[in-house]
Nanobody, 122 residues
């Protein structure tokens, strides 16, 4: 079974770039068809889908975050990374990484990590 684990700084200052890594075990991120994505949930709000990267390296970003988002992979470590630039307190959220079906992006996932809380504050 595929397992995912997020890792990140916990606290980020406004205007800085947030960088999160998702380590994948039990499966390869280069396996055809599946995508690897990021989702977040701010306090008191619903899930917000950030974007994904495919097994071949193609990316999709949600329009509201596209200008500040970059997702990449490190196939040697079986990891993928989220970078979110120019963060503000509005980016405070629990961030999740997930294995996705691209046809179901925005609605469901196969597996999801337990999440990591990122707080943006000076």
């Amino acid at each position: 079974q595929v397992q995912l684990q997020e890792s990140g700084p916990g606290l980020v200052k406004p205007s800085q770039t947030l960088s999160l890594t998702c380590s994948v075990s039990g499966g390869s991120i280069t396996t055809d068809y599946y995508c690897w994505g990021w989702i977040r949930q701010s306090p008191g709000k619903g899930l917000e889908w950030i974007g994904y990267i495919s097994s071949s390296g193609l990316t999709y970003y949600s329009p509201s975050l596209k200008s500040r988002t970059s997702i990449s992979t490190d196939t040697s470590k079986n990891q993928f990374t989220l970078q979110l630039s120019s963060v503000t307190p509005e980016d405070t959220a629990v961030y999740y990484c997930a294995r996705l079906d691209p046809a179901l992006y925005g609605s469901s996932w196969y597996e999801r990590g337990q999440g990591t809380l990122i707080t943006v504050s000076s």
